[in-house]
């Protein structure tokens, strides 16, 4: 089988699944939105991040708290520790990594292992303008960390966030948009997971008007292990987007994907694409992906799109699933035959729903706070329409021609 | 004193087509505190509509009748407040809800049936005493609602939750079906602990006559085509077993023909 770099530099892509790299923006021409790839997005939210003229400039800052043994520093642009894992997959991601001037850079050393989070504060002051980022973060050989990502606050916001996991190493990453309503955030994450390397990668999508999120994974040695989670709540008016991919281009290796979201309220937008191909080299892989979709009230919508391609035979297992419905009525009908109100009983049925994810994030201070943010969002739903599981009419009309 | 009254109760089935199918024609029954009324019928005859409409499930429309609890008309309570009046029912195939546990659930369901939050050491001893009466494992307390249960776990739990929520009534549909004898005989002493209690009644839903040996019924009820067609003590059960349903059916087709 030919190399790897081989394989990802061929002219010919080795399947439609293989995405597009370059970091010249002229290879990305302005989207019209008819593409496959930003189908989805409400391009005429994105404030011309999308486009070609110049943008005002916005204002975001990073603020990193790093846990002991880890460095932060901040580098500016053209260094040469930037790109290693990294490669522009869209126009927006090029044009972020052409325009950033200085990145945050997060090292651990190897054979570090790091207890308590780092935490990369990234806050929006200015939405008005545009702002773009980058980030590197490079977990040494044998170490072990974890990274959190908070983005809050009102931003025009584009960045790209590479992740180098060394052999044997383990990298547990948690990104929170806990944006303002007015914020657009695009974001490119993409990791190279080492041999016998393991990354977790748990995105929660909360808050923002338009949020695009692209995690994607590729392996440089045989036994990595990928987990890929998300969990997002869109309400009135929000678009959510993940757009994850995993190029199982090495033997051996291993991903999940489960990403749960919840919508309620007018307009609620979430789209998941879950691509994941297998090559023809990666042999033994393993790999299953699942995207839920809950939809509480009507008028709320989710596009759910798994992608599965294997050019291999010898897999060990690859699957998807993909559901997208309303809570189901004999969830609702079993536990308020036991009294619990039809409020409580979605309550409940929707906290078990994402409390599984949760319970799978290693910090346990971010745990509470995206329960309580769960919870926020729970106590926002609308006196609740529309199950057949509520009280009903003491009866209806007697039927046509009762029995005798 | 308690009383479940059900008078000339029809009911129809709405299937996926939207087609309504009349199941129940005409049920009467009144079941008072201190009894047990075991109603005893063939396939198809209806029995669980009976115990599904009086919960309150919405794939069932009552088109006549009336169901009252003391006195309150119960067809007009919404799912929840009947349980809260102090019905309850336990059901042939409890769902699994994912990420659920069984004492999260148990403790939300207690805190809206009761009225008030128990006191969290209050209520785990209450729980744990009521899971080891009924040999449940106290590890079953942190897993989901009935996700991976077997059959016979399942029924437990429903028997688990049907003494911590203590209802006037407890309806019991096909409880029996699928125990082994070991089961059989927990979920039986547990109707029993129930039944014995001042205040409580109990209308057990069954199939076949095995669980009378455990849970002795006062009256018989034998359920054919939608209605109660024959009534008796426990000798009925009696008969019931020996000779079948077979005369009652087709008595019942002879009265349609």
């Known amino acids: 089988m030919a190399g ?10 080795v399947s439609r699944l293989h995405e597009h790299h370059s970091a010249d923006l002229a290879d990305f021409p302005v989207p019209t939105g008819r593409e496959e790839e930003w189908r989805f997005t409400p391009l005429r939210r994105l404030r011309g991040l999308h486009g070609d003229q110049p943008l005002e400039a916005g204002k975001v800052t990073v603020e990193a708290d790093t846990a002991p043994g880890v460095s932060a520093e901040r580098l500016a642009r053209g260094d040469t520790r930037y790109g290693t894992a990294f490669m522009p997959a869209d126009r927006v991601s090029a044009r972020a990594y052409a325009s950033f001037d200085e990145g945050t850079v997060i090292t651990v050393p190897p054979d570090t292992d790091v207890s308590g989070p780092t935490v990369l504060s990234v806050r929006g002051e200015d939405a008005g303008g545009a702002a773009f980022g980058h980030t590197l973060i490079e977990v040494g050989r044998h170490a072990r960390a974890v990274v959190v990502l908070d983005h809050a606050g009102s931003a025009t916001y584009a960045d790209n966030v590479e992740f180098v996991v060394g052999d044997g190493a383990s990298l547990s990453v948690v990104s929170v948009q806990d944006w303002a309503a007015d914020a657009v955030h695009l974001s490119q994450h993409q990791a190279r997971v080492g041999r016998d390397a393991t990354f977790q990668h748990t995105v929660v999508s909360l808050g923002g008007g338009v949020v695009r999120l692209a ?92 992608n599965l391609e294997i050019l291999t035979g010898e897999v060990v297992g690859a699957g998807h699933a993909s559901t997208s419905g309303r809570l189901e009525d004999q969830h609702l009908f079993y536990l308020m035959a036991r009294g619990i109100p039809l409020d409580e009983a979605r309550r409940l049925v929707i906290r078990g729903f994402f409390g599984q994810l949760i319970a799978k994030i290693e910090v346990p201070e971010l745990r509470e706070r995206i329960t309580t943010a769960i919870e926020n969002e729970l106590a926002r739903l609308p006196g609740l329409q529309g199950s057949p599981a509520q009280s009903r009419p003491a009866q209806s009309p007697p039927a046509q021609g009762s029995p005798a | ?164 929520l203590n209802p006037k009534f407890a309806i019991l549909d096909e409880t029996d079906s699928g125990l082994d004898i070991d089961a059989l005989r927990v979920v039986s002493e547990g109707v029993n602990r129930f039944g014995a209690q001042p205040g409580h009644g109990v209308l057990l839903i069954t199939h076949y006559t095995r669980i009378l040996r455990y849970v002795k019924p006062d009256f018989v009820h034998v359920f054919v085509g939608g209605r109660i067609v024959d009534e008796g003590g426990p000798e009925l059960a009696e008969t019931l077993e020996a000779e079948g349903y077979e005369k009652w059916i087709k008595a019942a087709a002879g009265a349609a023909a």
């Open chain 2, 1 to 164: 004193m308690a009383t479940l009254e059900i008078r000339d109760l029809y009911v129809s089935v709405v299937d996926a087509a939207d087609q309504s199918r009349e199941i129940l024609r005409g049920v009467d029954l009144t079941v008072k505190d201190g009894e047990i009324h075991a109603i005893m019928g063939p396939n198809g005859s209806g029995k669980s509509t009976l115990a599904y409409a009086i919960a309150g499930h919405p794939k069932y429309r009552v088109t006549q009748g009336s169901v009252t609890l003391d006195g309150e008309d119960v067809l007009s309570m919404s799912v929840d407040a009947r349980a809260r009046a102090g019905l309850f029912l336990a059901m042939q195939y409890p769902v699994e809800v994912p990420g659920v546990t069984v004492s999260n659930f148990l403790r939300t369901a207690v805190t809206a049936v009761r009225g008030e939050a128990p006191k969290l050491r209050v209520f785990l001893k209450e729980m744990r005493e009521a899971m080891a009466a009924l040999s449940i494992e106290p590890q079953f307390a942190e897993r989901n609602l009935n996700e991976g249960f077997s059959g016979g776990e399942k029924k437990r739990h429903e028997i688990l939750q049907l003494e911590l």
């Open chain 1, 215 to 306: 995690p994607s994974v590729s392996y440089s040695g045989p036994g990595g292990a990928a987990e890929l989670l998300g969990l997002y709540f869109a309400d009135p008016g929000q678009h959510l987007e993940h757009r994850l991919f995993v190029d199982h281009n090495q033997p051996h290796c291993r991903s999940r994907v489960d990403y749960k979201g919840a919508l309620q309220g007018d307009s609620a937008h979430s789209v998941w694409i879950g691509d994941v191909l297998i090559r023809p080299e990666a042999v033994a892989t393993d790999t299953y992906e699942r995207n839920r979709n809950l939809l509480l009230t009507e008028g709320a919508r989710a596009d759910s799109v798994p």
């Open chain 1, 4 to 13: 790897l770099q081989g394989a990802v530099e061929s002219a010919a892509p």
